[in-house]
Structures are given as C-alpha cells and as structure tokens.
C-alpha cells in the first residue's frame, strides 16, 4: 500500500505541482519536451494528493500524518510564495531530507508498524544518513542541465551555484561519504559479503559518472538531458537489483 501511495499518487502529485510552479518549456523529469503547462496540472496534484491520502487512512492514521508533513515539504519547495527551491542550499537540504531520511522513515515505520520514539535505533539512523547521502549526491546531477531555464526563473539551485565541474566533484564527495556509511552499516549489522555487494551494484554507476565527468570536461555541452537520463535509469536498474539479492538473501 505504501509503494502504491508512494510511486502513483504522492511523487506523481508532487512532480506536476512543482512542473506548474515552474511553467516549464524545458526538458524536465524524463520529459526531454514537455506539453504546454495548464492550470490542469494543479488540478491533477491536487487529485493525487488527496487520493494518496486517502489510501494512508488505511494504513494508519500515523502514516496519514506522516504523508501530510512530506506533502506540506514538496509544496513549500514550489510554492511562489514560499519557493525554498530558490535558494541554493536551503532547496537541496529540504530535498536530501524529505527524500532521503524522511522517505526511508515513513517506508520503514509503516513496514515494521512502529510509529514510536522505539524506532529511532543507530540501526535505523544510520540508513536515514545512508539515504540522505545518496540523495544529495545524485539530487545536484539533476539539476545540471537546467542551469539556464532555472536562472531565469531567479532560481539558485545548488547545482548553478556551484558550477558544473562543482556539481561532478560535489557528487562525488557525496558518494565517498555514502559508501563509508555503508560500509560500517552492512559490517556492523550484517555481513560484509553484502558490502560487497553493494559496491559490486554501484560499481557500473561509478564507471558511468566517470564517463560522464571526463566527457564534459572536454566539452560542457554533454552536462545535457541525455546524460542526466541515461545516470538516472543506470542508478536505479543498479540499487533494484541490489536489494532484489539482498532481499532473497535475507530471506533464504
């Protein structure tokens, strides 16, 4: 049910919301040309909010709390009067936060049926750090092909500010950070084969970043659509398959 809420209802709501706010003409999400934006698109948030909402009231009324606060998160990201998107740091933390930690701590809790204070384990803060790492890696890689369209907006995003060989560096640091975490969080609570794993999952990821990175070097244009893409699905195929195997190892 919380995948169902998740992936049809609260993302796609938040992602419309944010493409009215913005009035893209751009390439955005995996759009390389979006459709003319229409007030349809606030009409459409609107729906999925509240039938994902909704659907948590089937859960439990922890979770419906719990989807409200990340709602309320993505709106003030987008919303003009507010529009923490704007600044640079401010955008990328509420991001890394809300889509990282927070997201893992909903998705856990509602796994587990525990809503307490009891759930705050070092286990379990240290998969929120882990989370919120591997998000503000990979978040600044999104944004660095729309450097442009979001200056005009008068949108800082981290990303613009801190420049597109910044950004590759930014990343990687991230990531240095991300696989450190990992490997105390599998040797300390599991095995260390799963560590390596792990590793083994990102490693085609790792070999694309580097690609990627020595291809802008030469040239700034490859900082495109195209390439953000193609990093996206490369990441995402790696860490599914990634807990697919931990997923029947644990199991067995």
């Known amino acids: 049910m919380v995948f169902i809420v998740l992936h049809f209802f609260i993302y796609p709501g938040s992602n419309v919301y944010n493409s009215f706010m ?17 007030r349809k698109l606030y009409y459409a948030s609107i729906i999925c909010d509240s039938v994902g909402l909704l659907l948590c009231v089937l859960i439990g009324w922890e979770m419906f709390l719990l989807m409200i606060l990340y709602i309320a998160a993505s709106k003030i990201y987008s919303w003009k009067r507010t529009r923490i998107k704007k600044y640079a740091y401010g955008g990328w933390a509420l991001v890394i936060l809300f889509q990282g930690a927070y997201t893992f701590l909903l998705v856990h809790m509602s796994a587990e049926n525990n809503f307490s204070l009891d759930w705050f384990t070092s ?33 800082i995003t981290i990303s613009y ?39 083994a999952c990102l490693f085609p990821v790792i070999l694309y970043y580097f690609y990627w990175f020595a291809k802008t070097l030469n040239d700034k244009k490859h900082a495109d659509f195209s390439h953000t893409m193609r990093m996206t699905f490369i990441s995402s195929t790696c860490m599914i398959i990634c807990f697919i195997i931990l997923f029947f190892l644990n199991h067995k």
């Not at 990343?171 to 084969?193: H, M, Q, S």
């Open 22 to 38: 913005d009035e893209d003409t751009g390439s955005i999400g995996v759009l390389k040309n979006p459709p003319p934006v229409t």
């Open 123 to 155: 286990k379990n803060i240290f998969c929120m750090l882990l989370a919120t790492l591997l998000i503000g890696g990979y978040y600044p890689l999104t944004q660095i092909y729309q450097h442009t369209e979001d200056k005009l907006r008068g949108d």
């Open 161 to 199: 500010r801190l420049g597109i060989y910044g950004t590759f560096i930014f990343t990687g640091i991230l990531f240095l950070l991300a696989c450190a975490v990992a490997f105390y969080y599998f040797t300390n609570w599991y095995y260390f084969k799963q560590f390596i794993l792990f590793m």
